[in-house]
C-alpha cells in the first residue's frame, strides 16, 4: 500500500489524470461543428454525444477510439515496458477515469468514462469487459435504453470481479511486476464507482 502513496504513485495518478483529462469529444466536435458540447445535447464530453451533437460518424469513431487508447495505451506501457507495480498502474487507472470525468480544463465536466475503462480493461483483465458487454446487450434488449445498459452493465462490474476471483483461468496478468487480486478487486470496484457518478441521470429516469 505504501507504494500507492509514495512520490513514484502520486507522480502517476497526476499524469494518468492529466492524460485522461485530455477533452476528446470537445475538442473535435469544436473542429467538426463549432459547437460546444458541454452545453449541447445531455452536455456529456463523450463518444455519444459527440455524434447526437456534430451528427458526423467520423467524429464518433475518432472519439471512441481515441479515449479507448486513453485507458489501453498507459496501462499497456506501464506494465509492459515501464514494469510499473500493479499497484501503482491501478492508482494511475483510476487517476484516468477521475480525469476523464472530471477535467480540470472544461470546469470538470467531462464524459462517463466508459470508453476509457474499455481500454483499461483490455489490459487489466479483459474479462471484465466481456461480461460488462454481455450484460449490456442483454439490458438493451429488454430496455432498449443506451444509458440503463451502460448502468446496468457497470454496475455488475463488481460481479465479474467475483467470478475473476473463483475462476483461476480468469485471472490474467498475474505475472506483472507486484500483481495481487486485492489491488485487482479494491481498484475495479473504485473505477466503477468514478464511472457510475457520471450515470445519475438513469436513477433520476421514470417510467422507463
Request: aromatic share 12%; with cysteine; proline share 2%.
Amino acid at each position: 500500500m505504501s507504494e500507492i502513496f509514495s512520490l513514484t504513485g502520486l507522480l502517476v495518478f497526476v499524469l494518468c489524470y492529466l492524460i485522461g483529462s485530455f477533452p476528446t469529444a470537445y475538442i473535435l466536435v469544436r473542429l467538426k461543428s463549432k459547437k460546444d458540447i458541454t452545453k449541447e445535447g445531455s452536455g456529456n464530453v463523450g463518444t455519444l454525444n459527440s455524434f447526437e451533437v456534430s451528427k458526423s460518424k467520423r467524429v464518433l469513431i475518432a472519439v471512441l477510439l481515441i479515449d479507448i487508447l486513453k485507458g489501453l495505451l498507459p496501462a499497456w506501457i506501464m506494465m509492459y515496458i515501464i514494469n510499473v507495480p500493479f499497484a501503482v498502474v491501478m492508482f494511475g487507472m483510476s487517476g484516468l477515469i477521475v480525469g476523464h470525468n472530471y477535467p480540470v480544463w472544461l470546469r470538470f465536466i467531462g464524459g462517463r468514462g466508459l470508453a476509457t475503462g474499455t481500454g483499461i480493461f483490455l489490459v487489466i483483465n479483459y474479462f471484465i469487459l466481456i461480461g460488462w458487454c454481455v450484460t449490456w446487450v442483454l439490458v438493451f434488449l429488454f430496455k432498449r435504453n443506451v444509458l440503463i445498459a451502460n448502468t446496468a452493465a457497470t454496475l455488475g462490474i463488481p460481479l465479474y470481479v467475483v467470478l475473476v476471483n473463483l475462476i483461476s483461468w480468469m485471472v490474467v496478468n498475474s505475472s506483472v511486476n507486484g500483481f495481487s487480486l486485492v489491488y485487482f478487486n479494491v481498484f475495479s470496484v473504485i473505477i466503477t464507482a468514478i464511472i457510475i457518478t457520471r450515470h445519475t441521470e438513469v436513477f433520476k429516469t421514470k417510467g422507463q
